[in-house]
């Protein structure tokens, strides 16, 4: 089967939480073994719909990150699905010792659900705005990475996860963004989505960046360059041949991603165009920095992660072909 | 009731068990092993309540978490003697492209293990999940784990103590090695923890000692106890007191036999006190 081709709408500006909140809420109507987990964070992370209809499958752990992940993987031990919600800083870096030995060597049905990723969290500064977590969670072995794009896609990954058995971890973000894809879309987890057909660049994106590389694609249209731009909305397992059939064509790649250049989406591609294509590249993402304070666009602005960052590493790249 | 012979025979091929293995691949724990001998033994003949074969969610039976998954050794034989894999297989302890890896793992499927364990600190929240999972399915049996007593040193057991008893999970019986010993020397030279009963009290847990954790009748009869406090709305703490090494003389009392094996000599000495009785592997 080749690749999923999608066009999009722009319809309105949602949060990316606010679809996982609806997915969940949906997955309490329709699949009993479903139970939630949160580290005092309900209202941050939209779950509470999800309370309201099914308070006997909620647990309020209180803020204490570790036990959480380790009441998720017993949870399992029983048939239970569980879904845990902090921000993507504590549902990694702070627990991960937890999740790499009672989840992911357990080789336990959890979902560990992560928001306000990346920089555009905002305000709260670098503290929060964890720029690794794709990183960390990528590299433990058995471990489905997703970074969905918005709302909807957000929504349907939530609903697609729990028919999958097995650890994963589902990335989004705090900002009203762009609604573009469709409400009822069918999420396949590891199977890109391409929204555009271009014959001079490959622009890759995941997560916040798949509008902003939408709107680069626009722009780059009108300066007389044809930028196919494909939607990894699935890190691990990665679509290898989505990307290595788009670059047998366009000759080079942008890929763009709300986290450190160093261990991310990027460098996931690297390594497949490495072993089967060497490609030239360029990244558009945080160059192995901490965050800041600031509004979300302008920390998107300032780090380098948005449309205009987009086209230039477009023209730099094809200049390299 | 059961036969007290028998499963003191039974603690004594365990013993031996632990010696032989870690003695063959030169590595592995046996002090904690030793020491939680007829604890494991006491659990698995009497005390848990199991369905034939192993399934992973063990709806509709007893459960057990070892947090402190060092204790390898002990935990194989007495699974292996129970009926959960062959007896045989002890002979593959940390051996490449075996079952019974360093640490208990259900990466390779060995009937028996329900979670990695060897990271400290982690074991009791995943019984406070299984706990609570029985509780969802209506499950009326019990979830049982034990931890090392230096194990506390690691803060996730607090928020797992505290949880346990703020959430009511009283289907849970949570036993704690007091062996007062760790890798660097006792507990009170490594880190103080001051009294474990207090702490777990004042954490809202009813806790009940067993102060000679190394005699199965008082095994069986504490946790016979223990059993007998659940389902009263609070989690039931263990206060299982034991001697690293013990069974062993020259292993006893010391924190030196945590980690290392016996060589040959050593190996003779230690099963000599340990006579065989239902046979070795």
Redesign the interface.
């Known amino acids: 089967m080749g690749i999923i081709m999608k066009t999009y709408t722009y319809t309105e500006k949602k949060d990316t939480r606010s679809g996982f909140g609806a997915g969940l809420a949906e997955l309490g109507r329709t699949n009993p073994n479903v139970?939630a987990l949160c580290a005092d964070l309900i209202g941050s992370l939209k779950m509470d719909e999800f309370i309201k209809e099914n308070p006997?499958?909620f647990?309020q752990?209180?803020i204490?990150e570790?036990?959480?992940?380790?009441?998720?993987?017993?949870?399992?031990?029983?048939?239970?699905i569980?879904f845990t919600g902090t921000f993507a800083n504590f549902s990694t870096g702070r627990v991960y010792?937890?999740i790499?030995?009672?989840i992911a060597?357990?080789?336990?049905n959890v979902k560990v659900c992560a928001s306000h990723a990346g920089i555009t969290l905002g305000e709260d500064g670098a503290t929060h705005q964890i720029l690794e977590d794709i990183g960390l969670m990528k590299m433990l072995p058995g471990m489905v990475v997703i970074n969905p794009c918005d709302y909807n896609q957000t929504k349907a990954a939530t609903m697609a996860i729990a028919e999958y058995d097995g650890p994963v971890y589902l990335r989004f973000g705090r900002p009203a963004v762009p609604v573009f894809t469709p409400a009822d879309q069918k999420f396949e987890i590891g199977k890109a989505v391409q929204f555009t057909e271009g014959t001079d660049v490959t622009i890759v994106a995941t997560g916040h960046l798949v509008w902003e590389a939408l709107e680069a694609s626009k722009a780059l249209n009108e300066a007389g360059i044809s930028a196919e731009v494909i939607n990894i909305h699935t890190i691990k397992p990665l679509d290898d041949k989505a990307i290595l059939d788009s670059v047998a064509k366009t000759g080079c790649i942008v890929t763009a991603e709300e986290h450190n250049y160093l261990g991310g989406l990027g460098e996931s591609v690297a390594r497949v165009l490495a072993e089967h294509r060497p490609t030239p590249q360029e990244f558009v993402a945080t160059k192995d920095t901490f965050g800041e304070s600031g509004t979300p666009a302008q920390l998107m602005d300032k780090y380098g992660l948005n449309s205009a960052a987009i086209q230039k590493a477009v023209k730099k790249v094809i200049a390299r072909k | 009731m059961p036969n007290i012979k028998e499963l003191n025979d039974l603690t004594t091929q365990v013993r031996r068990d632990i010696l032989r293995m870690v003695h063959k691949v030169n590595s592995g724990h046996p002090g904690g092993s030793l020491g939680c001998a007829e604890f494991f033994v006491s659990l698995y003949n009497d005390i848990l309540e199991t369905k034939d074969g192993f399934d992973m969610d063990g709806i509709g039976e007893d459960l057990f978490f070892l947090s402190n998954g060092h204790i390898s050794p002990v935990y194989y034989s007495v699974l292996a003697r129970a009926g959960y894999f062959p007896v045989e297989e002890l002979n593959t302890f940390r051996l490449i492209d075996s079952r019974l890896q360093g640490h208990p793992t259900t990466h390779e499927g060995l009937p028996g293990i329900r979670i990695a364990s060897g990271s400290l600190g982690q074991g009791m929240s995943v019984a406070i999940g299984a706990a609570q999972a029985k509780k969802l399915n209506n499950d009326d049996h019990l979830v049982y784990s034990l931890h090392g007593d230096g194990e506390l040193q690691e803060g996730q057991n607090w928020e797992a103590i505290m949880y346990a008893s703020a959430k009511k999970v009283d289907n849970l019986i949570s036993t704690i090695d007091l062996n007062q010993q760790q890798i660097d020397g006792s507990t009170d030279d490594v880190l103080p923890m001051g009294s474990l009963r207090a702490k777990f009290e004042a954490f809202g847990w009813t806790v009940l000692e067993i102060e000679e954790g190394n005699n199965v009748e008082a095994v069986l009869k504490g946790m016979k106890d223990a059993k007998a406090l659940t389902g009263q709305g609070k989690p039931v703490c263990v206060l299982l007191h034991t001697v690293m090494g013990h069974g062993v003389d020259f292993m006893m009392h010391t924190h030196a036999w945590h980690g290392k094996a016996p060589n040959d000599e050593q190996l003779e000495n230690g099963l000599a006190q340990n006579p065989e009785t239902l046979g070795d592997y």
């Open positions: 139970v006997e499958r647990f752990i209180g204490a570790a036990n959480m992940m380790g009441i998720a993987a017993g949870l399992t031990i029983g048939g239970k569980p010792d937890q790499r030995q009672s060597y357990s080789g336990k």
